[in-house]
């Protein structure tokens, strides 16, 4: 069985920092892509950031600078590591595992206000 299960979220002021975890289980972790994807309040879910199994990363033109993706094949674990953060990051982030098929996690809220 395929779990994802992200941490880390919560509530922090603008310019704050937070570092969101996602560890998976039941997959060769190693070989697949992992990505954030975050969705706000009336708003379509959207790509934040990606990293290969080779460790190429991609991040969304709005988080570039600010955020940082990146994985521990030997904890299975992938990493969100997210600085000068504003109001308009506030969603719910969701990890994501990519190969033949694609896998989710249920979720982290991430709220930034003052």
């Known amino acids: 069985q395929v779990q994802l299960v992200e941490s880390g979220g919560g509530l922090v002021q603008p310019g704050g920092s937070l570092r969101l975890s996602c560890a998976a289980s039941?997959?060769?972790?190693?070989?697949?892509?992992m990505g954030w994807y975050r969705q706000a309040p009336g708003k379509e879910r959207e790509l934040v950031a990606t990293?290969?199994?080779?460790?190429?990363?991609n991040y969304a033109d709005s988080v570039k600078g600010r955020f940082t993706v990146s994985r521990d094949n030997a904890k299975n674990t992938v990493y969100l590591q997210m600085n000068s953060l504003k109001p308009e990051d506030t969603a719910v982030y969701y990890c994501n595992a990519q190969r033949t098929f694609g896998y989710w996690g249920q979720g982290t809220q991430v709220t930034v206000s003052s």
């Open positions: 990293i290969t199994s080779g460790g190429s990363t």
């Open positions: 039941g997959i060769s972790f190693s070989i697949f892509a």
